[in-house]
């Protein structure tokens, strides 16, 4: 089976679309030519693609298997396009990035401003969301990596995770709360307090949970869950709740004064963070430049750097 670039294209199309008529319009050629292509592709595959239906059409499990591999495909002949305008002296790249919470506030800004001095003429573009949003795109190529927490649960296969430093997870409050000049506040003491943590799901929620559990003691109740900085950070300093975050994500707000790190004894306080990407990809040079910048930042996190390298 040697599916052509228009078939593929169109798969893709009408994948994005959910229909043939939006796929045709977003092609500018006809209704009855997307069809042929998407039937041709499905003699090719020896496989239905599509349910079809008068709401629109809706990928098979054949069909999304398909629609993944065509998205690398494609992605890997953009690739070699960037690769070969290098050969050719000419330094223009893209590069997409999934970035999970912990990148957004110091990580990839500080790598980006060094990369984008280094690489000013490269397209960047910056896709942050929760992990099971971003691992689809990063499986079929439209993110080149994630950069982030990495996860316990074991990945598919295609998919490989690379360390970079264990980032610190600390209690947060605002400067004048009660138990901010405290030391070595108990567990008791924290389970008794209201808090705003992540969903339940997350690497940092997980530690919360262990840290209590651990401790012989129950996680406080009823506590406001979310996986925004500025809810978190609004709520801290609005009222006497407490935040368990990465200390790297509240770096400026802790710069600034604006919240202060308890003296807390919470035993689970670190969890990973890294690169996660797939397995055995050869990364263009842009993308192997912006991994180095991040390295080297993660490298100044993990001695406690106040200031990146410049």
């Known amino acids: 089976m040697r599916p052509n670039f228009f078939r593929l294209q169109a798969l893709l199309v009408v994948a994005d679309n959910g229909s043939i008529a939006a796929a045709a319009r977003k092609l500018n050629i006809t209704a009855p030519a997307v069809t042929k292509a998407i039937r041709q592709l499905e003699r090719d595959c020896d496989a239905e693609l599509f349910i079809r239906a008068r709401s629109g059409v809706t990928p098979t499990p054949a069909g999304l298997a398909m629609i993944r591999r065509a998205r690398l495909a494609l992605n890997e002949l953009d690739q070699a396009q960037e690769e070969l305008r290098e050969l050719r002296g000419i330094a223009q790249g893209k590069i997409a990035i999934g970035a999970l919470a912990f990148a957004r506030s110091v990580l990839l800004p500080r790598a980006l401003v060094a990369f984008t001095a280094s690489r000013p003429l490269d397209d960047v573009a910056v896709f942050d969301g929760e992990f099971e949003s971003l691992i689809e795109p990063l499986r079929d190529g439209r993110l080149d990596f994630i950069v982030g927490a990495l996860r316990e649960t074991p990945l598919s296969p295609d998919v490989v995770q690379d360390r970079l430093f264990d980032d610190p997870v600390i209690a947060v409050a605002r400067r004048d709360h009660p138990l901010a000049k405290r030391a070595n506040l108990s567990l008791r003491e924290l389970a008794r307090q209201t ?26 109740a009823h506590p406001v869950v979310t996986t925004s900085l500025e809810v978190m950070r609004g709520m801290i300093l609005e009222s006497d709740r407490l935040g368990f975050v990465s200390r790297n994500r509240v770096y400026y707000e802790l710069q600034n004064g604006l919240l202060v790190e308890l003296k807390a004894k919470l035993t689970r306080n670190k969890r990973p963070i890294g690169i996660i990407r797939r397995k055995d990809v050869d990364f263009t040079p842009a993308a192997e430049e912006m991994i180095k910048r991040i390295r080297a930042v993660a490298g100044a996190l993990r001695r406690g750097e106040a200031m990146p390298s410049r």
């Open 195 to 220: 808090w705003i943590v992540p969903p339940v799901d997350s690497p940092v929620r997980r530690l919360f949970e262990l840290s209590f559990r651990e401790g012989g003691l129950a996680s406080p």
